[in-house]
């Protein structure tokens, strides 16, 4: 077990984290991954095996950029969350940027399971970022970046179900606004209202880098406008309640299934609406969440209205909304299939 350790380990010290470009700001937000920053290169996922002890072992590394040639580094023994990796097994890491002899190369220090300092470089090769993990000066493995895609992404609307915007229009939505190229904007609430439903929602957060905590790339989806699954760029950090995929201050999701800055990520829920009779809540509201087409959240139980939502009651009806928290978030392929 120790092996698999260290080879995690240093696989983490090696490595840290896709809409027009905000005018330049100290916290920019990019919304057009053609259109970013020289970091946006190396941020994202990468995979591969790693030789330790003559034993080849998976492992996945998510690359965050901080700003500035800054860089933090997650690293899975196992693979991606999601794709092979057991929690709570992983490795921290932080690298910088600087100017190597083929161009711009990001540099990782950090210590193995066992305390032995590892190093790590990601080089751009035509193109294709790669990154080479080190022990002692010999190269222990080669990871690929890779661009992860939800299993539903782009999923087709039920015959039975009602498409609240594709793209054409947002005659749905109350304060529905459009961007240029057809992507719906934060800050929009459903006209009407809806029970217990199946939804399919694609949103792409903002890249902003040099932002943190809620104040990168964050939204919401309220369901009923009352109970909020957490949009925000939280790839490579915890999965607690407040970040992307948690149902806001109730629950953490099973998994951080948040892809990097600038991927279409998809929301697949299941609402199941609250009981009244004469007037008494008899029943909460129930939530099962897929993000990026992994079950997050089943059958969770919602005791009360989180906040922020455009609803103040629980009811056993209302509407969808999807946050304005400042950040450029953008929407497409939305839909709901009510249940009978």
């Given at each position: 077990?120790l092996v698999?350790?260290?080879?995690?380990?240093?696989a983490?010290?090696?490595?840290?984290q896709?809409?027009?470009?905000?005018?330049?700001?100290?916290?920019?937000?990019?919304?057009?991954?053609?259109?970013?920053d020289?970091d946006?290169?190396?941020?994202?996922?990468?995979?591969?095996?790693?030789?330790?002890?003559?034993?080849?072992?998976p492992?996945?590394?998510?690359?965050?950029a901080?700003?500035?040639?800054?860089?933090?580094?997650?690293?899975?023994?196992?693979?991606?969350?999601?794709a092979?990796w057991?929690p709570?097994d992983?490795?921290?890491?932080?690298?910088?940027?600087?100017?190597?002899?083929?161009g711009?190369?990001?540099?990782?220090?950090?210590k193995?399971?066992d305390?032995?300092?590892k190093?790590?470089?990601?080089?751009?090769?035509?193109?294709?970022?790669?990154?080479?993990?080190?022990?002692?000066?010999?190269?222990?493995?080669?990871l690929?970046k890779?661009?992860r895609?939800?299993?539903?992404?782009?999923?087709?609307?039920?015959?039975?179900?009602?498409?609240?915007?594709?793209?054409?229009?947002?005659?749905?939505?109350?304060?529905?606004r459009?961007?240029?190229?057809?992507?719906?904007?934060?800050?929009?609430?459903?006209?009407?209202?809806?029970?217990?439903?199946?939804?399919?929602?694609e949103?792409?957060?903002?890249y902003?880098?040099?932002?943190?905590g809620?104040?990168?790339?964050?939204?919401g989806?309220?369901?009923?406008?009352?109970?909020?699954t957490?949009?925000?760029?939280?790839?490579?950090?915890?999965?607690?309640?407040?970040?992307?995929?948690?149902?806001?201050?109730?629950?953490?999701?099973?998994?951080?299934?948040?892809?990097?800055?600038?991927?279409?990520?998809?929301?697949?829920?299941?609402?199941t609406?609250?009981?009244?009779?004469?007037?008494?809540?008899?029943?909460?509201?129930?939530?099962?969440?897929?993000?990026?087409?992994?079950?997050?959240?089943?059958?969770?139980?919602?005791?009360?209205?989180?906040?922020?939502?455009p609803?103040?009651?629980?009811?056993?009806?209302?509407p969808?909304?999807l946050?304005?928290?400042?950040?450029?978030?953008?929407?497409?392929?939305?839909?709901?299939?009510?249940?009978?």
């Open positions: 077990m698999r350790y260290c080879f995690l380990a240093l983490m010290s090696l490595l840290f896709t809409c027009i470009v905000a005018e330049p700001t100290e916290h920019p937000a990019y919304t057009d991954p053609q259109k970013t020289e946006f290169i190396f941020q994202g996922e990468y995979t591969g095996d790693m030789l330790t002890e003559g034993q080849s072992m492992v996945g590394v998510q690359v965050i901080l700003g500035d040639g800054s860089f933090d580094a997650v690293g899975y023994p196992g693979g991606l969350p999601g092979g057991n709570p992983k490795v921290m890491a932080k690298g910088s940027r600087e100017n190597g002899q083929q711009a190369i990001v540099k990782f220090t950090g193995d399971w305390n032995t300092v190093t790590a470089e990601i080089l751009v090769i035509d193109g294709q970022p790669i990154l080479n993990v080190f022990d002692d000066g010999n190269r222990t493995a080669i690929k890779v661009n895609k939800s299993s539903t992404l782009g999923l087709q609307a039920p015959p039975d179900a009602i498409v609240l915007f594709d793209g054409t229009n947002t005659d749905s939505f109350l304060n529905g459009m961007t240029d190229d057809g992507l719906l904007m934060e800050g929009v609430t459903t006209k009407d209202s809806f029970g217990s439903a199946r939804w399919h929602i949103f792409c957060l903002p902003q880098p040099r932002s943190r809620q104040g990168r790339g964050n939204s989806a309220y369901f009923h406008g009352s109970y909020e957490q949009m925000l760029d939280s790839f490579g950090l915890e999965g607690k309640d407040n970040e992307c995929g948690g149902i806001y201050k109730v629950a953490a999701p099973l998994v951080n299934m948040c892809l990097p800055p600038l991927s279409w990520q998809t929301y697949d829920v299941d609402v609406a609250p009981q009244f009779e004469d007037g008494k809540k008899i029943a909460h509201a129930k939530l099962t969440v897929r993000h990026n087409g992994v079950l997050i959240h089943d059958e969770v139980e919602i005791p009360k209205i989180t906040q922020g939502g609803q103040k009651k629980e009811a056993a009806t209302g969808l909304h946050q304005n928290h400042g950040n450029p978030v953008r929407y497409r392929n939305i839909w709901v299939l009510p249940k009978s």
